[in-house]
T-cell receptor
Framework: GEDVEQSLFLSVREGDSSVINCTYT??????LYWYKQEPGAGLQLLTY?????DMKQDQRLTVLLNKKDKHLSLRIADTQTGDSAIYFC???????????FGKGTSLLVTP | EPEVTQTPSHQVTQMGQEVILRCVPI?????FYWYRQILGQKVEFLVS????????KSEIFDDQFSVERPDGSNFTLKIRSTKLEDSAMYFC????????????FGEGSRLTVL
């Protein structure tokens, strides 16, 4: 199965940009996702990118995909304290049914 | 905005008891899923369900687990004889398409096995 790796922790100051990185092994993933999980809550889909795209921008969020290096990043511009959460990278499996998740990056935004 | 709803939000049970977790997927979605997240660990795929049958399952989804769509709206996960290691947050999800685009998750059902 796919291996999805993320750094475990990131701390930024309010107003700065945050960049959360992810690497994956399965080049057959057609979609790559970013989910946000706030404490005690479920998984909120933030954005996703189709594998033939290099970049996708959605308001404060920018996703960059380097398919050659199997590297995905999520940039949050003007990070706010409300952005503090765990961010999960995921890719769909060969079959297309399952998502393979990373362990999540815990983002802490300090005033 | 349509959402996936799950009940109960938290269930405490004794080891060996049967548990049923319930989900109402988004109404026009065709693919349904269960995932679980053991505390502090990553989210793991359990099973996917389409056209009234299991389309894929992981190694975790052994004979103790079963899924059912008993009517047009509910999607259930049954654990026949719970073990301590089944304690986790169980997430239901649904999507309109297979493996493409948006997969929506519910808020989760926390299962605690004592």
């Amino acid at each position: 199965g796919e291996d999805v790796e993320q750094s475990l922790f990131l701390s930024v100051r309010e107003g700065d940009s945050s960049v959360i990185n992810c690497t994956y092994t399965d080049s057959s993933s057609t979609y790559l996702y970013w989910y946000k999980q706030e404490p005690g809550a479920g998984l909120q889909l933030l954005t996703y990118i189709f594998s033939n795209m290099d970049m996708k921008q959605d308001q404060r969020l920018t996703v960059l995909l380097n398919k050659k290096d199997k590297h995905l990043s999520l940039r949050i511009a003007d990070t706010q304290t409300g952005d503090s959460a765990i961010y999960f990278c995921a890719g769909n499996s060969n079959s297309g049914y399952a998502l393979n998740f990373g362990k999540g990056t815990s983002l802490l935004v300090t005033p | 905005e349509p959402e996936v709803t799950q009940t109960p939000s938290h269930q405490v049970t004794q080891m060996g008891q049967e548990v049923i977790l319930r989900c109402v997927p988004i109404s026009n979605h065709l693919y349904f899923y269960w995932y679980r997240q053991i505390l502090g660990q990553k989210v793991e795929f359990l099973v996917s369900f389409y056209n009234n049958e299991i389309s894929e399952k992981s190694e975790i989804f052994d004979d103790q687990f079963s899924v059912e769509r008993p009517d047009g709206s509910n999607f259930t996960l049954k654990i026949r004889s719970t073990k301590l290691e089944d304690s986790a947050m169980y997430f239901c999800a649904s999507s309109r398409d297979r493996g493409a685009g948006e997969l929506f998750f519910g808020e989760g059902s926390r299962l605690t096995v004592l």
